[in-house]
């Protein structure tokens, strides 16, 4: 089979190329996903860039992305293939009066005609090049996540009805979770592991400098090492790649060039979600060292 | 002291999967994984072998990355990890090579002084910066932080190492103590400040307290790095001494859901802490879930009949009888002294992290008195916060601070005894260390008459109980259930259980 990438290296330039900035492990995890034709099982927390990876990778490959999006009460209908039984009931109608005998009938309404293809079958019977994400797997409940395990080991479909349906290529395959819940090992055994993590600052300040057109190096910096600064706070919620992005955009249209602490404070709350995270980065960014690390051992 | 499979490892440019010597390397590098407590299944083996088939060993990082993506599939295993992966590759590739310092990593060559020094010395022989005074090396050090020149550090790290750590080969000593001598020769506990005086002067205004604290971190990180680089070059050299397998022994740390709450270091303390969020979380989204899922009863024959009569008596909409589990109310006793304070500290979070499954929680903390510490979590999110200020002002001291649970118990039941009802359950926390004072153990056996349930977390390990002055058997016979809970998994099983 052709490899779609030459080298980590390769991967990272290409993905680089589409305004995403990966580092060495993701690009690493995405080589080694297409040369062992593995799913990928990417981590961490919200907002740092999961889903944005399986889009990306798609758009440097030209594929079709196709995505399911995970629930908790998610079953096989939604996410495998469905019958479609109203055009079945139509059938068995209008066969009435037709002396077809009920052998024909039945293999007439389990055919392709009368399948709805739901996102995995889709992926799986694609012509064309795919990418398929699966995400926030971790909303799932542990029963369902058996639906998953067959598609990503073997890349097939077993329908009772018409046999196995093989994968015509191995898509590259996704799956994001935010880890609220320990996923099964048989989930985890089959695939790749990739944890992102919050990028570190000099990282931070590339991606902001790439995706907000018009910031001067001076703000992506100082936005990079503050948020830096925050996320050594202990929080409920540090902020995320997205949330830096956005205060990025903001000093930007209120026309700041180098942020001082009252624009930092008074911006705080589009980069933090709560109001006890807000009011502890305003204590501390403003000089306070009272309580930097609460909660340290009493010896 | 070079090892003998560094340089097998290194000429090997393109290593046959099938060749021994890597594949005895990845052997012994699983098996250790392994015996640090990661679960790696003979798929993951397999796959981690196909892996390497594709990544080329010198490509260090990628190497490291196609590992951990086939080996590690829990984010908190990483650090085993990294330690056990440092220990088998570290010292293979000729960068890492003991002695050798290439020159592209020598120190600042504006330097004039090491120039000089250098022109003399024996190229290679000895590594670069040899000759420098320790004062020539510490004024590097500090130009090398000021600007995060990261080559230079890591040329600086390994000089210093090899001046100050006073390593010999065979010396029975841990890491850490050479660690500890490098970085008290390198003084660096004022550097911090000294770097921030210098950042201050070359600043044209003063700076801003925000100016002043992004410095600071800058900073911290960079010191952070040196340390890091430091420790690491200790730890390649301790490899090459005395071999991976004994280096790879001496590291092993449990994971973070195995660390024993009573003997936890301070970092291992953070790194607890830092676990018990997510934790706490995944466990408040199972139980939620549970509950919400298990509610099919049996069929509901009566009301089913009440409510066929408005359809004539046709049973239309069968009723079924929906089990409502009831919310316990939950009483946390917990000693916070010395030893066991931080199991204390780690149960309460946990509980107060799944508050919302029960009823109702207080909770009591003691040392030889007693104080309800149950309105420091009332309104707060952040329970870390609250955690901490039971630890610092509840009021628990009544004679001299030792522990004396038969005090503190009548104490409880005099002031809250009543209060205790059939719905109420009883989680005492302690090791039942009562210093030989009495240990009024009747105060469990009538709480035990009107609670629902009196369960006794003990974090010591069950082999100690009723040694010294442990009392917890006197205690437990009213129990029912006394638990050994020393780490974060037999505490979650625990709390999972309760609910």
Redesign the interface.
């Known amino acids: 089979m052709d490899h779609r990438f030459e080298s ?1 290296a390769a991967v990272r330039s290409s993905l680089g190329q589409v305004n995403y900035l990966s580092d ?2 993701i690009a ?2 995405v ?2 996903a297409d ?2 034709g ?1 799913p ?2 990417v ?2 927390p919200a907002g740092t860039g999961k889903t944005q990876l399986a889009k990306s990778v798609a758009e440097i490959l030209g594929a079709r992305l196709i995505r399911l999006q995970c629930y ?1 009460g998610l079953d096989e209908s939604k996410a495998l293939y469905e019958w479609n039984y109203k055009k079945q009931l139509l059938r068995i109608q209008a066969e009435r009066n037709n002396e077809s005998t009920w052998e024909d009938i039945e293999t007439d309404i389990f055919s392709d005609e009368f399948l709805l293809t739901r996102p995995l079958l889709e992926a799986i019977r694609a012509e064309d090049p795919v990418v398929l994400l699966i995400d926030e797997v971790d909303r799932v ?1 542990v029963e369902t996540e058996a639906l998953l395990l067959e598609i990503l080991s073997d890349y097939q479909v077993s329908i009772p009805e018409l046999g196995t349906i093989e994968a015509r290529q191995i898509p590259m395959v996704f799956l994001t979770s935010n ?4 996923l099964s ?1 048989a989930l ?2 089959r ?5 992102i993590d919050y990028p570190d600052m000099e990282r931070e300040k590339q991606i902001v400098l790439s995706k907000v057109p018009d910031i001067t190096e001076n703000l992506a910096d ?1 936005v990079a ?2 948020v ?2 925050i996320r ?1 706070m ?1 929080l ?1 919620k540090a902020p995320s790649v997205s949330e830096t992005l956005d205060w990025a955009r903001t000093l930007l249209l209120l026309g700041v060039d180098t ?3 009252a624009e ?1 404070t008074e911006t705080l709350h589009i980069l933090l979600k ?1 109001q ?1 995270d807000i009011a502890k980065a305003t204590k ?4 306070d060292k009272g309580v930097r690390k ?6 | 002291m070079t090892p003998p499979t560094a340089t097998e490892v290194a000429n090997g440019a393109t290593p046959p999967p099938a060749s021994s010597p890597l594949l005895d390397l990845l052997e012994g590098f699983m098996g250790e994984l392994r015996a640090a407590g990661l679960p790696v299944s003979l798929t993951e083996n397999l796959d981690a072998m196909q892996a390497v088939k594709h990544i080329p060993i010198e490509d260090r990082g990628a190497f490291k990355y196609a590992l951990a993506a086939t080996l590690v599939k829990n984010n908190a295993h990483w650090r085993a990890f990294e330690t056990v992966f440092e220990v088998y590759f570290s010292i293979r590739g000729k960068e890492y090579a003991l002695d050798v310092v290439s020159d592209g990593e020598m120190p600042d060559p504006d330097d004039e002084s090491l120039q000089g020094q250098e022109a003399n010395g024996q190229p290679g022989a000895g590594g670069g910066g040899d000759g420098l005074t320790p004062e020539e090396l510490q004024r590097m050090l500090f130009q090398a932080l000021l600007q995060g020149d990261e080559a230079l550090l890591r040329a600086l790290a390994r000089q210093a190492v090899k001046r100050f750590a006073g390593m010999e080969p065979g010396r029975p000593v841990g890491g850490t103590y050479y660690l500890y001598r490098t970085l008290r020769n390198l003084g660096l506990d004022d550097t911090l400040e000294e770097l921030m005086a210098r950042a201050r002067e070359d600043s044209p205004e003063t700076l801003t307290s925000l100016e002043e604290r992004l410095e600071r971190d800058e900073y911290e990180s960079r010191i952070d790095r040196l340390k890091k680089e430091v420790e690491a070059e200790i730890r390649r050299r301790l490899v090459a001494d005395r071999g991976v397998e004994a280096m790879a022994r001496t590291l092993r740390k449990p994971l973070p859901e195995d660390i024993d709450f009573m003997h936890a270091s301070r970092e291992e303390l953070v790194s607890l802490r830092k676990a018990i969020f997510p934790l706490t979380r995944k466990l408040a989204v199972r139980l939620a879930r549970k509950r919400r899922h298990g509610r099919k009863g049996p069929l509901d024959f009566r009301a089913t009949v009440r409510r066929s009569l408005s359809f004539g008596g046709v049973p239309v909409e069968p009723k079924f009888r929906y089990p409502r589990p009831s919310k316990p109310e939950i009483f946390v006793i917990a000693d916070i002294s010395g030893s066991v304070a931080s199991f204390a500290r780690f149960t309460l979070h946990l509980v107060y992290a799944i508050a919302g499954q029960f009823s109702k929680v207080r909770s009591f903390v003691f040392i030889d008195g007693l104080d309800e510490v149950t309105s420091y979590f009332e309104g707060v999110d952040d329970i870390a916060h609250a955690v901490h200020r039971v630890n610092t002002e509840a009021d628990v001291v009544w004679v001299d601070g030792h522990s004396d649970y038969g005090h503190a118990f009548e104490v409880f039941w005099n002031a809250y005894g009543r209060e205790i009802g059939p719905k109420t359950t009883v989680m005492i926390l302690g090791d039942a260390r009562n210093n030989y004072h009495a240990s009024q153990a009747w105060v469990v056996k009538e709480i035990q008459k009107k609670a629902r349930h009196v369960f006794w977390l003990n974090p010591e390990p069950s082999s100690y109980w009723d040694t010294g002055d442990s009392i917890v058997g006197e205690y437990g016979v009213h129990c029912d259930g006394v638990f050994e809970c020393r780490n974060m998994r037999q505490l979650e099983r625990f709390v999972d259980n309760l609910v």
């Open positions: 980590p060495e492990g690493g995890v080589f080694l040369r062992l593995k990928v099982l981590e961490g908790e409940e880890n609220t819940r320990e090992e985890k055994r695939c790749l592991f990739l944890h100082q090492r503050i830096r600064s050594q202990e409920k942020v001082n602490e930092a709560y006890s501390e960014l403003s000089g609460p909660g340290v051992p009493r010896t």
